[in-house]
């Protein structure tokens, strides 16, 4: 097997006043709309179960995250040593106009100020249209200088014969160039899980180089 996990810990949670952690170990992070999968893709590529909370009620998550991965593995068949920066999901129809304002500064500045960023992946709903949300995520991160690595999830959803269509409008409607990647993925499967992993990795990599 590839990408092993030998060690993976919540190791610091930041709410909206928090100081985020100086790390000089690559972060990926995960953005996306509430609901999508951002937590359960992040057990999925850590073999667990209920590491990162998830919930069919959107909203779940409402701080950043940080994982660590791997700290000190350098095999080639373990995931790198990193860490997984799960993001508060936006856009859920209950939320206040204070939490979606809270939620706008927390994500601006994990995007502004985190010194160790090395990638950020954005996950999209693979059966519906991306939102003007998930476009002024793809914006933000943009203006950040970096392109989002698009993951389309719940892929086990969409029958065989509709995931080039449902992959199309993705790409059209976030104006993801051909050479970017856009990923396919399904937490129920584990589907993309390695793929996933090969574009952390390729992140941590080149981080800071
Ligand atoms: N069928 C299927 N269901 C999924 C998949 N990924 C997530 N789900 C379900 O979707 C719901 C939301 O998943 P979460 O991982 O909690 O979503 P989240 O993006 O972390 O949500 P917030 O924390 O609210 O931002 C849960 O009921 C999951 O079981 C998938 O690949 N396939
Ligand atoms: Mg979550």
């Not at 937590?39 to 998550?61: D, E, F, H, V, Y």
């Not at 995007?111 to 991306?130: E, M, N, Q, W, Y």
Request: proline residues 5%; contains cysteine; glycine residues 8%.
């Amino acid at each position: 097997m590839r990408n092993k996990i030998r060690e993976a810990l919540l190791e610091t949670v930041c709410g909206v006043t928090s100081r985020l952690p100086e790390n000089r170990v690559p972060e990926v992070a995960f953005a996306g709309k509430s609901n999508v999968g951002k937590s359960s893709l992040i057990n999925t590529l850590l073999m667990r179960k209920s590491l990162a909370r998830t919930s069919s009620q959107p909203g779940k998550t409402q701080t950043i995250n940080y994982y660590r991965i791997n700290a000190g593995e350098e095999r080639p068949d373990f995931a790198p040593d990193c860490y997984l920066v799960d993001l508060p999901g936006y856009g859920y129809a209950s939320a206040s106009p204070e939490v979606k304002a809270r939620w706008g500064k927390m994500i601006e500045r994990y995007l502004h100020t985190s010194g160790s960023l090395a990638a950020v992946f954005l996950l999209v709903d693979i059966r519906h249209k991306p939102g003007a949300n998930d476009k002024m995520m793809c914006e933000w991160i943009r203006a950040n200088a970096m392109e989002p690595v698009i993951i389309a999830t719940k892929k086990d959803k969409v029958k065989k014969t509709e995931l080039d269509r449902c992959l199309k409008v993705i790409r059209t409607e976030l104006k993801v160039g051909s050479g970017t990647p856009l990923i396919p993925f399904s937490s129920a499967s584990g589907e993309g899980r390695d793929e996933v992993w090969d574009l952390i990795r390729e992140a941590a990599a080149g981080h800071g180089k």
